[in-house]
């Protein structure tokens, strides 16, 4: 590691932290790299997605009454706000203590002072995809790191078609004409198409990496050879 306080958002998946119950094992492996790079000098804003909690919540409230998109999405936002105060509060000593809820009102988020700043959701019709984009936008940091079930980005659903190719490297141009413009929650694309015309625009690097295989996370942070794809 050169860059000494180099600053990395993470879009932490929800998928990770709540696959089907809460995976306390995942978060306390992922605790132990984070803190280890941060002895390196790295900083970190880590945005957390909602996971399963989100899901069962829809789910049960669809049973009981009707419910529209926007119940939906203030349901999924406030499951990524309760993953996001789960992971400031086991990063207790490192964590800025408010959490970001908003990319766009980010000044007092500006010069954190320490070494994590946890952020959620926003508002309706987003993803913590987007947010992380925007957010990168205004704290001025490159490079996005999308940790979650997925460890590749493959020419197609590599659970539907056997001859699916993993990419590597593939430019927003590329990734762009395959996932469209379109982003509808719950859907599978990588890394969420809206918030990938804005990547495209910033000139952001975004890594799609499988978050359990930790190493392999730990090894694209320190430049050394990895599993995953690079978009930029
Ligand atoms: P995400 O879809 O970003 O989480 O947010 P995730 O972990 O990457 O994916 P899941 O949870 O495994 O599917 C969860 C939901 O919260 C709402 C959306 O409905 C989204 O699907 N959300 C999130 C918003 O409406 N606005 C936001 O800014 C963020």
């Known amino acids: 590691m ?23 094992k995942f978060v306390k492996n992922f605790k132990k790299l984070i803190e280890k790079q941060i002895e390196k000098g790295y900083k970190f804003v880590i945005i957390t997605g909602g996971g399963k909690i989100a899901r069962k919540y829809i789910a049960a409230a669809a049973k009981v009454d009707k419910i529209n998109d926007e119940d939906r999405d203030w349901i999924g936002i406030h499951a990524t706000r309760m993953n996001a105060h789960f992971i400031r509060t086991i990063f207790r000593k490192h964590a800025h203590p408010i959490i970001n809820k908003d990319p766009h009102d980010f000044r007092d988020f500006l010069h954190f002072k320490r070494e994590i700043l946890v952020a959620s959701g926003w508002k309706p019709g987003f993803s913590t995809d987007y ?31 056997k001859d699916a190719k993993k990419l590597e490297n593939l430019s927003w141009k590329t990734y762009r004409a395959m ?22 625009k910033l000139g952001l690097e975004v890594a799609i990496l499988g978050g359990h295989k930790l190493k392999n996370f730990e090894n694209y942070l320190e430049g050394k050879k990895f599993q995953g794809t690079v978009i930029k």
């Open 2 to 24: 050169k860059n000494n306080k180099k600053t990395v958002i993470i879009s932490l998946g929800g998928s990770l932290i709540v696959p089907e119950e809460l995976d306390w």
């Open 179 to 200: 996932v469209g413009n379109k982003w509808s929650p719950g859907m599978n694309a990588p890394f969420d198409p809206v918030a990938s015309k804005l990547a495209e």
């Open 131 to 161: 947010d992380a984009v925007v957010l990168a936008k205004n704290l001025g940091v490159h490079q996005v790191i999308n940790l979650s079930n997925i460890d590749f980005v493959y020419t197609k659903d590599p659970r539907k078609f």
